[in-house]
């Protein structure tokens, strides 16, 4: 056997704590002594959870971050093998139904540091500005209590700190580019960039992903292998356990992991004391803190809520309003499979890689409203014949005769936008979980508008798969991305967060997580569930440091000072945008001048 | 959950890999057989209507092998790997009976007769540990029983149909007979045995059993190399990632023609996308 190139790979290292091969967790953990009341205790340490202790901890407040997975040691922990990767997922029994039942597991949310960011492809496009104002351009849906402008100098802020590689000259929404290089076209590219140039549909290649193309503070480059949603044990592909966490705990923030908050409680005087959780040992514990912020997922974040119910919130904490667990989103999801006569191997490269907006926004001359977006995908062996024994209805002989064609087949996802409807929510079920805490029910149903982009997208995928040059072509329905259910709103009758994340009813609960997007685009979601988790950070510092008028603020100042280090005189390529920006003086932060 | 000996059958399937034992032991001793195999399970040649004989590494990547390449994968990697390939869990979930049957499903599930006999991938062992350690996908559907259950009812349900098709017990059925039981799952329409399959969606039964079966074959390196997957690949990546182009330590194709054996159905494929039950265990993607 041919010895390795630079000698067997050493592996996790014993007291030594490895997120990545060469980056080490590098202070020892601040521990609060317990019982001492903290000035933010943060529910979920996953996408958003991850940037918000980050920045709160590094503008200097105390912060606890109970996670109820693991603080992965991703040397010891990860692999890099499909099945081997299941403890990735929130595998927790939740109940699904109604007309379209969502399949949750791999195919929705993490569990353990990072959360879902551990297990994402990384797409990071923006959401589009017509997305904030839905219902007063198309009669749909709700606008959002922001703009696009709002939110810009978080997309940019994020876009270094994850950092995102893609394009210099982005054509869709709001125009822009990126500061890393794109990635260059694995198999599945190929076919996408092929089949749109063939129809003359705009398409972009190599990101905008959230994977290194270059080396990033102690985080490689990517590898090209390809694993991308079993984590990324380069470190390559950001998590907010390798972009945030070190950060984090850098600047005194204290991590709990295998702790599960199993309900928020309410102080006499209305506003929330802390919350009680099980400890790794099944201890029943208490963390006091000023002020508590939820960011457990779309469905975790309104099941707490729900499972906190008490005198005076008997519906669910913070759901005056009616409309928690409701107004949940996925996003279609459909993959459209294509059979090349000549080699693919879509396993190698990351499985996002390139997409194409054109079909994005609202286009009169479709029956529908809103739109879709048509991704690179790269399923691995065992998720291909999951999605074959549904596309081509193979077992069998047929599966086997399939999978020995693995190498020949490219996959291509749609990601349409399906509009938030009352009837899609999560509850509580009547089966209770290990620590007998009633799960949540997730009820699903699409309506017509949601089923004409499926359609539509699918159509569009296929022509696309044929014009690159596959000659059997399939798709199988599916979904993708949970959000919503506790929806930010600029009126307290009908949403539950405003649009810092602060609950309309208790002035010191927030909700900080995907949960409160009151509408989706058709944009994969984590690149704006951790701008917003910055700028909710960004509102409770201001907040903070303003005590004597707390509420008042709507413009507060975009601290980019809080960045983790690495990012400083990371630069990001200033174009002329279509659109005037009203936030001038956000284009303008240190780190943007590089 | 019952614990019964089942030491014998398992240190069988972990020395020879079990597929190959029901198969052969429902059968009478005096069939024609190629390299152990019965005939009529094997796969043929197109143009001449020959049995293939059982390969070693079925597929086209001749010579291609994943866990050659082992040093260089990183330690975890290596161990749950390894660990897969040489020490397939014992069954503890399923009584003798139980997996009896269950045997002879996934033989027809995922059929591995062109598999040499020493050269087949456990399938219910890996199965049964998922049921009797609990693991469970993270969800449930509201028309479903818990997983275990749901397995216990199909195999009541399974052999039903083998009774009203005039058998003792699903093993004793002929292929055509266990393809036709099967494929009635695949529609969603039990042959017999209503009075199992109302307490459960029959085609979302079959969706978990072809997820689990294929969750078990395609994790294993044998069958990485019959696919020309190229397994593992940290910390060394792959640099070769346009036209399909092999790594210098994959391999190059080479097709053969082949077909199913004559018995089977299941080498016809109908799509399940339009059915209600289509995205029920797909997995993530993007
Ligand atoms: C296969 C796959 C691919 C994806 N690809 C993309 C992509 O390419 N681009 C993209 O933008 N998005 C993608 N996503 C979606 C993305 O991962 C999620 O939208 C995002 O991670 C959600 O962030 P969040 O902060 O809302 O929740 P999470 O990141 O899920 O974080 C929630 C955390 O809270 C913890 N938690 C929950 N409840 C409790 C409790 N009671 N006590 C303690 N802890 C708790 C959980 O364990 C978890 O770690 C993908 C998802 C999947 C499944
Ligand atoms: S392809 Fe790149 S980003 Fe994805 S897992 Fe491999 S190294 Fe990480």
């Known amino acids: 056997m041919k010895e390795p190139l630079f000698g067997a790979f050493d592996g996790a290292k014993p007291d030594e704590h490895y997120v990545g091969p060469i980056q080490r967790i590098d202070a020892p953990m601040r521990h609060y002594p317990r019982g001492e009341a903290v000035d933010f205790v943060v529910v979920g340490v996953g996408s958003a959870g991850g940037v918000l202790i980050q920045r709160l901890a590094k503008a200097g407040f105390s912060v606890v971050g109970l996670e109820a997975g693991p603080f992965w040691d991703t040397e010891r922990d990860w692999v890099s093998d499909e099945a081997g990767s299941h403890g990735l997922y929130w595998n927790d029994l939740r109940i699904i139904g109604g007309s379209d039942p969502l399949a949750l597991g791999a195919n929705n949310s993490g569990k353990g540091v990072g959360g879902g960011s551990v297990h994402w492809a990384g797409f990071t496009p923006r959401l589009h500005p017509s997305d904030f104002r839905v219902r007063s351009d198309d009669g749909v849906a709700v606008d959002w209590p922001i703009s696009y402008d709002d939110l810009k100098p978080y997309y ?290 699409l309506h017509e508008n949601d089923h004409k982009i499926a359609q539509a997208g699918v159509q569009k995928t296929e022509e696309i798969m044929r014009a690159a040059g596959a000659t059997e072509v399939t798709q199988e329905p599916r979904y993708a991305h949970l959000v919503g259910g506790a929806r930010m709103g600029a009126d307290a009758s009908d949403s539950v967060v405003n649009s810092f994340g602060r609950t309309w009813d208790i002035p010191n609960l927030y909700v900080c997580d995907g949960s409160i997007l009151p509408t989706q685009g058709s944009a994969n979601p984590g690149l704006t569930i951790q701008a917003l988790a910055a700028r909710t950070a960004d509102y409770l510092i201001s907040e903070r440091e303003n005590a004597a008028a707390p509420t008042a603020a709507t413009r507060i100042p975009v601290r980019y000072s809080l960045s983790p280090s690495e990012v400083a005189g990371r630069g990001m390529p200033r174009l002329k945008s279509r659109r005037p920006t009203t936030f001038g003086a956000g284009a303008l932060g240190p780190g943007s001048r590089g | 959950m019952k614990t019964h000996d089942t030491r014998s059958q398992s240190s069988q399937s972990s020395q020879s890999g079990q597929s190959g034992q029901a198969s052969q032991m429902s059968q009478q001793g005096d069939a024609e057989r190629i390299g152990g195999v019965e005939v009529e399970r094997l796969p043929r040649d197109p143009r001449t209507g020959q049995a293939l004989a059982p390969r070693m590494q079925p597929g086209y990547y001749p010579g291609f092998s994943t866990l050659s390449q082992q040093s260089f994968w990183d330690e975890a990697t ?39 006999p020493d050269r087949r991938i456990p399938i219910l062992n890996t199965i049964d540990e998922r049921l009797a350690s609990g693991r469970i996908n993270g969800y449930r559907y509201a028309d479903m029983p818990p997983d275990p259950q749901a397995y216990r009812l199909a195999i009541k349900g399974i052999e039903a149909i083998a009774q009203s098709m005039g058998a003792t017990t699903f093993t004793e059925l002929n292929l055509r007979q266990q393809d036709l039981t099967l494929k009635s799952l695949h529609d969603g329409h039990p042959i017999a045995g209503d009075e199992y399959w109302r307490q459960m969606n029959a085609r979302r039964f079959w969706l978990m059993l072809v997820s689990d079966c294929a969750g078990a074959y395609y994790a294993h390196p044998w069958a990485w190399d019959e696919i020309g997957f190229g397994g593992p690949a940290y910390p060394r990546g792959y640099m070769r990632l346009r036209d399909g182009q092999p790594e210098p330590w994959e391999k190059v194709e080479h097709r053969y023609e082949w077909e199913a054996p004559p018995e089977s159905l299941s080498d016809t494929m109908e799509s399940l996308s339009d059915t209600p039950e289509a995205s029920s265990f797909t997995p993530g993607t993007h």
Request: contains cysteine.
């Open chain 1, 156 to 445: 940019e802020l994020m876009e270094r700190e994850i950092p995102v590689a893609g394009p210099t000259y982005y054509p869709w929404g709001d125009p822009h580019g990126y500061s890393y290089a794109p990635h260059p076209l694995g198999g599945v590219s190929q076919t996408l960039v092929r089949g749109c140039t063939r129809l003359g549909i705009p398409v972009v290649a190599g990101g905008p992903v959230a994977i290194n193309s270059g080396s990033h503070g102690s985080r490689p480059h990517c590898i090209y292998r390809g694993f991308c949603i079993q984590g990324c044990k380069v470190g390559a592909k950001q998590s907010t356990l390798v972009s945030h966490v070190p950060d984090a705990i850098r600047h005194g923030a204290e991590l709990r992991d295998k702790c599960m908050v199993a309900r928020i409680n309410l102080g006499k005087d209305g506003r929330v004391t802390g919350v009680t959780y099980y400890d790794e040992h099944g201890q029943e514990q208490e963390q006091r803190a000023s002020v508590v912020i939820v960011s457990g997922y779309a469905i975790e974040t309104p099941r707490l809520l729900l499972n906190s119910a008490c005198p005076g919130f008997e519906q669910g904490l913070a759901n005056s309003s009616g409309t928690l667990g409701k107004y949940l989103m996925a996003q279609i999801g459909n993959v459209v499979f294509g059979r090349f006569d000549d080699l693919v191997r879509m396993y190698k490269a990351p499985p996002a890689n390139a997409l194409t907006e054109e079909f994005y926004e609202t286009d009169p001359r479709n029956d529908f409203v809103r739109g879709y977006a048509i991704q690179t995908v790269g399923p691995l062996p065992i998720s291909f014949a999951q999605h074959m024994m549904v596309a081509q209805g193979a077992w069998g002989w047929g599966l086997r005769r399939t999978m020995m064609d693995y190498n020949h087949w490219s996959a291509l996802g749609v990601l349409g936008e399906i509009l938030p409807w009352e009837d899609n929510t999560v509850t509580l079920a009547d089966v209770r979980d290990g620590f007998g805490l009633p799960v949540a029910r997730v009820t699903f149903n």
């Open chain 2, 78 to 116: 290596r161990a749950v790997v390894l660990k897969r390939v040489n020490q397939p869990p014992p069954i503890t979930f399923f009584d003798a009976d139980e997996a009896r049957v269950m045997q002879t499903v996934c033989d027809r599930v995922l059929p591995q007769d062109d598999r040499a």
